[in-house]
Every structure is written in C-alpha cells, then in structure tokens.
C-alpha cells in the first residue's frame, strides 16, 4: 500500500512563512500527481495547489503569488512554500496523492490522503 507523511505545520504570524512537507513511501511505481487542499473549520474541504507530471502546477486563486508547490521526484516528496500567510489560511492541510501502485501483485491506481497538519494564522 502507499502511505503520505506529512510534516511541516505550526503556529505562524501573519505575514509569515511556513513549509509543508509531504513524502510518499510504499509499493509506488509511478507517481502521476501530487498536491495539497485544506479545510477550515465549517468549511469544506478545497484544493490549494497541485502538481501533475509534466504539467504545469494549478493554483487555488486565494493563494496565487504567495504560495508555491514543488516536487523532489528521487524522494516522492511533494513540497508547499507558503509565504505572506493570512489569517484566512488557517485550516489542516492535507496531502493528496495519485499514484499507480502495487496491490496483491497488481498495479493499480490510487488516491491517497495524509493525515493532515494543522496550520495557524493567528497574531
């Protein structure tokens, strides 16, 4: 099976930076996409950022500009800078994952989801 760890999140001023890490671990053979989405209390649950190989990365409007997603492909890690952190952006953030892995002998494809890590915008 795949598993996502996710590390990174924490209490921040705004105006302030964080960085979310996500590193995929498991019986991965290829991983077709990664990303980050986020859930504020009452609300649903909403894409920030993702990033599809050999594609170009997209970007929640609320976030364009302040932050960016990246990958480290030899580690199946996904990255998420964030920079100029507004009070708004307090939520748990989850890491999301589409790979194609091995199953019972089979390769399959998943979705996969982190536990999530809570980030606090807050003076």
């Known amino acids: 099976q795949v598993q996502l760890v996710e590390s990174g999140g924490g209490l921040v001023q705004p105006g302030g930076s964080l960085r979310l890490s996500c590193a995929a671990s498991g019986t991965i053979f290829s991983i077709n996409a990664m990303g980050w989405y986020r859930q504020a209390p009452g609300k649903q649950r909403e894409l920030v950022a993702d990033l599809t190989s050999g594609a170009r990365p997209n970007y929640a409007d609320s976030v364009k500009g302040r932050f960016t997603i990246s990958r480290d492909n030899a580690k199946n890690t996904v990255y998420l800078q964030m920079n100029t952190l507004k009070p708004e952006d307090t939520a748990v953030y989850y890491c999301?994952?589409?790979?194609?892995?091995?199953?019972?002998?089979?390769?399959?494809?998943?979705?996969?989801w982190g536990q999530g890590t809570l980030v606090t915008v807050s003076s």
């Open positions: 999301n994952a589409r790979v194609m892995a091995v199953v019972t002998s089979s390769l399959r494809n998943l979705e996969v």
